[in-house]
Every structure is written in C-alpha cells, then in structure tokens.
C-alpha cells in the first residue's frame, strides 16, 4: 500500500541518548516535512526538504537534525535527546513544497523522554 | 506574528450540522486547509479553499472570505464516527503550512 512508514511507532528513551525516527514514502513526493504534535499546540514544523539533498529549518529546529540523501528516505535524528522532546513526531510528504496538494503523513512517531 | 485561531472543543448531536471556525493571520495566503485527526492517528485531508466561497464535499463544506481571514468547515448529517479533533492550517507566502491547534469535536448520540 502507498504512503509514509515512521518507525519506531513508539519509544521510551533516556535523556542524552541519540535516537532516529526513520521515515519512508514511496509515493515519489518531492517535499518531506517533520512535525511535533504537543497536546494544546498546532502541529510545528521541525525540519523540512523540498527535494533530494536539500533540506531546511522549520520553526523548532534546535536539538534536532535530518538528511535527505534519497527522495524516499527522510530520517530525523535527536543528537542528545531531553524531556522536552517528549511528543508525537508526525513525518509527511506532498509532491512539490509549492503544490497546492495535501500533505500525507504517516502515523507518528510517540517518544517519551525521561 | 502569524496565528490560527479555533475553538478548543465543541459538542454536538449525532445527525445535527455544526460548524468549527477558523481565523487566521499570516504573512500571505496560499491557500487553508482542512485536517481531520481521530485519537491517536495521523491527520488527513478533507478540503482546501484558496478562492472565496464555498466548496462542498458529500457532508463536509468548507468556507473562506480572505478579506477576513476566516474560514468555515460545515459538517452535516453527524455521524459517531466524526468524532475527531478538526485542524486547520494556513499555506503562508513562503509555502510554510502554519496550523490551528485544532477543535476537539465530540458527538453525543
């Protein structure tokens, strides 16, 4: 079936561990975006790509890092993680970051960091 | 700064209407869009306006002025299974989407 696959669906996980939440789309989209979802908050952008080996700051970047080395892949890394990056990570995908389509997402990412 | 405004949680009755608003002010408009999200999954589309009026789709309706910066979504006919959170989110003049922090609709029966 088409779409985006995140893994881990779930994560427990120490403060200062390293940890990549993996995102997959085979949908051949050029734009990739990764979101955080805290409860009472919209969605806010992590980090996105607009295609293969470009990527950028979205509006919470800090602790926080991608790659883009393919269009499939689009992986998000936390180099130390701390408490405050407990959330839902939602990865998505649209065909052009200018397009007027949707955004599709995968099913999140829950982390909990203690 | 840019902002969405929606209310946090509204109730309604199955089979009634109700109507979720959305107010927005961003730094240019390309476009609203509507998201549905049911606990504990991801969002998905319902509708996208970028011209005034009303665009319709089965028991979803979604309205924009953009004089105002607002926007409607009219849901008809309720159902249990429309019980969900209901986001909307404003395409800025960098293409950036920014988004409401959602309406918790609940249905009684």
């Known amino acids: 079936i088409a779409g985006i696959t995140q893994a881990p669906t779930s994560q427990i996980l120490a403060a200062g561990r390293r940890m990549t939440l993996r995102c997959t789309q085979d949908?051949?989209?050029?734009?990739m975006y990764w979101y955080r979802q805290d409860l009472g908050l919209g969605l806010r952008l992590i980090h996105y790509?607009?295609?293969?080996?470009?990527?950028g700051k979205g509006e919470v970047p800090d602790g926080y890092s991608v790659s883009r080395a393919n269009t499939d892949d689009f992986p998000l890394t936390l180099a130390s993680a701390v408490p405050s990056q407990t959330s839902v990570y939602f990865c998505?995908?649209?065909?052009?970051?200018?397009?007027?389509?949707?955004?599709?997402f995968g099913e999140g990412s829950r982390l909990t960091v203690l | 700064g840019q902002n969405i405004d929606q209310p946090t949680e509204m109730t309604a009755t199955e089979g009634a209407i109700v109507q979720i608003n959305c107010t927005y002010q961003?730094?240019?408009?390309?476009?609203l869009f509507w998201y549905q999200q049911h606990a504990g999954e991801a969002p998905t589309f319902l509708s996208y306006?970028?011209l005034d009026g009303l665009e319709e789709k089965g028991r979803f309706s979604s309205f924009l002025s953009r004089s105002k910066g607002y926007s409607y979504l009219l849901l008809k006919e309720l159902q249990m299974k429309d019980s969900a959170s209901y986001l909307c989110?404003?395409?800025?003049?960098?293409?950036?989407?920014?988004w409401g922090a959602g309406t918790k609709l609940i249905i009684k029966p």
């Open positions: 790509s607009n295609t293969a080996g470009t990527t």
């Open positions: 998505a995908s649209s065909i052009t970051s200018g397009s007027t389509g949707e955004l599709f």
């Open positions: 961003t730094s240019g408009f390309n476009g």
């Open positions: 306006n970028v």
């Open positions: 989110a404003v395409r800025d003049s960098n293409y950036q989407l920014i």
């Open positions: 949908m051949r989209h050029n734009a």
